[in-house]
C-alpha cells in the first residue's frame, strides 16, 4: 500500500544538526511532492518546507531558511530533511507528508519522528 | 502570510449529536481562475499522523465517512460532524494551500464526547 516511513526517534545537543529520512514505497516516487511539517508536544502543525523529488527543487518556510535542507534519493526512493543549529524549540514530531494528485493537499503522512534536543 | 484562526479551541457534544467547526482566513483562499477554495480539514487523533478529511473546501477524501461534510467559501468554512461517534475523537485543523507551497494551518480544534 502507499506509505511514508520515517526514521526513528532523535537525541540531539543544541548546535547538532538531524537528518530525518522518509521512504516511499507503494507509489512513483518522483510524482508527487513531499513537505515537511512539525508539530511540538500539545502543539500545532508547522509546515517547514517542500520538495519535488523529480527535480530536486526546494522551497522553505521564511523561519528555516538557512536551517533546513531537503534533499531526496530517487534510487532508495527516500527523502531527507536535514536541520542544523538545533535549539531546544526544535523539540517536535517532524512529518513528512505527500501531495495529493487531486489537490495540494497533503493525503499521505509518515508515522513521525521525535527529535528531541536537550544539553 | 496567510493566517488561519479556528473556534472553538474545544466542544464536547453527547454522541450522535452535531459538531460544527469554524476556520476563518486572512485573505480569500478561493482562487477565481478555477473557482476552487483552497482549503483543507485534518483530523488528527493522539500519537498519530493527521490524515485528510477534506479537500477543495468540500470534496471528501476517498474512505471518509459521509457524516463528514465541509463547506464555506473565501475567508469563512466549517467542518461538519453530523452524527457524533467515538472515534471522532481528536483534533481538527483546517488548512489553506492557496499559497502553494507555502501552506498555513490553523491551530485546531479538540472534540471531545460530553
Known amino acids: 500500500q502507499v506509505q511514508l516511513v520515517q526514521s526513528g526517534a532523535e537525541v540531539k545537543k543544541p548546535g547538532a544538526s538531524v537528518k530525518v529520512s522518509c521512504k516511499a514505497s507503494?507509489?512513483?516516487?518522483?510524482?508527487?511532492?513531499i513537505n515537511w511539517v512539525r508539530q511540538a508536544t500539545g502543539q500545532g502543525l508547522e509546515w517547514m518546507g517542500w520538495?519535488?523529488?523529480?527535480?530536486?527543487?526546494?522551497g522553505y518556510a521564511q523561519k528555516f531558511q538557512g536551517r533546513v535542507t531537503m534533499t531526496r534519493n530517487t534510487s532508495i526512493s527516500t527523502a531527507y530533511m536535514e536541520l542544523s543549529s538545533l535549539r531546544s524549540e526544535d523539540t517536535a514530531v517532524y512529518y513528512c507528508?505527500?501531495?495529493?494528485?487531486?489537490?495540494?493537499?497533503?493525503?499521505?503522512w509518515g508515522q513521525g519522528t521525535m527529535v528531541t534536543v536537550s544539553s | 502570510d496567510i493566517v488561519m484562526t479556528q473556534s472553538p479551541d474545544s466542544l464536547a457534544v453527547s454522541l450522535g449529536e452535531r459538531a460544527t467547526i469554524n476556520c476563518k482566513s486572512s485573505?480569500?483562499?478561493?482562487?477565481?481562475?478555477?473557482?476552487?477554495?483552497?482549503l483543507a480539514w485534518y483530523q488528527q487523533k493522539p500519537g498519530q499522523p493527521p490524515k485528510l478529511l477534506i479537500y477543495w473546501a468540500s470534496t471528501r477524501e476517498s474512505g471518509v465517512p459521509d457524516r463528514f461534510s465541509g463547506s464555506g467559501s473565501g475567508t469563512d468554512f466549517t467542518l461538519t460532524i453530523s452524527s457524533l461517534q467515538a472515534e471522532d475523537v481528536a483534533v481538527y485543523y483546517c488548512?489553506?494551500?492557496?499559497?502553494?507551497?507555502?501552506?498555513?494551518f490553523g491551530p485546531g480544534t479538540k472534540v471531545d464526547i460530553k
Open positions: 488548512q489553506q494551500y492557496y499559497s502553494t507551497p507555502q501552506v498555513t
Open positions: 520538495m519535488n523529488p523529480n527535480s530536486g527543487n526546494t
Open positions: 507503494g507509489y512513483t516516487f518522483t510524482s508527487y511532492d
Open positions: 485573505q480569500s483562499v478561493l482562487y477565481s481562475s478555477n473557482n476552487k477554495n483552497y
Open positions: 507528508a505527500r501531495e495529493d494528485d487531486s489537490s495540494p493537499a497533503f493525503d499521505i
